[in-house]
């Protein structure tokens, strides 16, 4: 298993809860975006009212779920989780929206791969709070209105771009989620090695911190299993040997790269002789999706200068060839 994978199976989701801040003040980072919602949130309270309907939008792992259940918590409502791909059909929206109580948040994760139709339900039942059920098919069908509760829709999207305009524009606020700085993922884990009653130095923060790929998620999974190495091996505190020690079993190098990150950059390389190569040529020869590559790895191997995107495809750059330790061709691109 990927130590530094972004998804989450079930016990990971367990752990994960257990260290999601409740408030936007015990929120760590992304100052503009915390900003930008309090005001969305406020606002609506002082109205009295449900808050406008809200997208975030980033990579896996910076907080989309976290700040959705916020944004129940502070508005003091009921939170009703659903995702993209759980709604096939129009029907399973209309099925989740006509239980909905009045005020409450309904979050859409990956909202970007729900289907057509219930996109374009979606639309009316944001804008106007009413559905039409469509009964019956061909010449006799009827379409049959159906009033809402008023409801805050919180969608998260690794993609934004992907989203049609209509719906995009029917979102009150997008808040754009950025990678976390180290400095930032210290405070993410001293905040949860106190909730773990872990003892974390500071230089023990400042390993896992700068080797998380900028994600709160990675953060959190590497403070767990250093810890473990503490326990098992160390003195049982999480500081810079044990970080150290642990990160080099698992494999995390001092960027943070996780498995997929370098298939993809070493197929870069050693494949494709530095590119230019097309995303979906190199998302089959590291054998996972072209939109996995695009969300998951790309983003922060372009932010950190390792991958470089132009009209012809993807290329290495001086510090990808560096950070493989390869030396690149005279004709290497970058
Ligand atoms: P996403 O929905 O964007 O994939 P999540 O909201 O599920 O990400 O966050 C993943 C994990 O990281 C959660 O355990 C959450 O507690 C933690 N986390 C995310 N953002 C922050 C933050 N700003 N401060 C503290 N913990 C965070």
Known sequence: ERIVTTGADEQERAAESALRPHGLTEFVGQKVVREQLSLVLDAARARGAPADHVLFSGPPGLGKTTLAMIVASEMGAPLRQSSGPAIQH???????????????????????????PAEEMLYMAMEDFRVDVVVGKGPGATA?????????????????????APLRDRFGFTGYLDFYTPEELVLVLR??????????????????????????????????????????????????RAAR?????????????????????????RRFGGGPVGLSTLAVVVGEEAETVETVAEPFLVREGL????????????????HLGLTPPRDAPG
Do not use: K
Not at 92 to 112: Q, Y
């Open 191 to 240: 905040r949860s090695a106190q909730l773990l009653g872990v003892q974390l130095t500071a230089e023990g923060a400042a390993e896992i911190g700068g080797r998380s790929r900028g994600t709160p998620r990675i953060a959190n999974r590497l403070l767990r299993r250093v810890r473990d190495w503490a326990q098992v091996r160390g003195s049982g505190i999480v500081d810079r």
């Open 90 to 116: 129009a029907g399973d929206l209309a099925a989740v929206l006509s239980s909905l109580d009045e005020g409450e948040v309904l979050f859409l994760d990956e909202i970007h791969r729900m289907a057509r």
């Open 307 to 322: 991958l470089g995107r132009t009209p012809r495809g993807r290329v290495a750059l001086p510090q990808t060839w560096a």
């Open 245 to 269: 020690a642990a990160l080099e079993v698992y494999e995390v190098d001092e960027l943070g790269l996780d498995r997929l990150d370098r298939a993809v950059l070493e197929a870069l390389c």
């Open 144 to 164: 049959i209105p159906l009033q809402l509760p008023r409801f805050t829709l919180v969608g998260a999207t690794t993609r934004a771009g992907l989203l049609p």
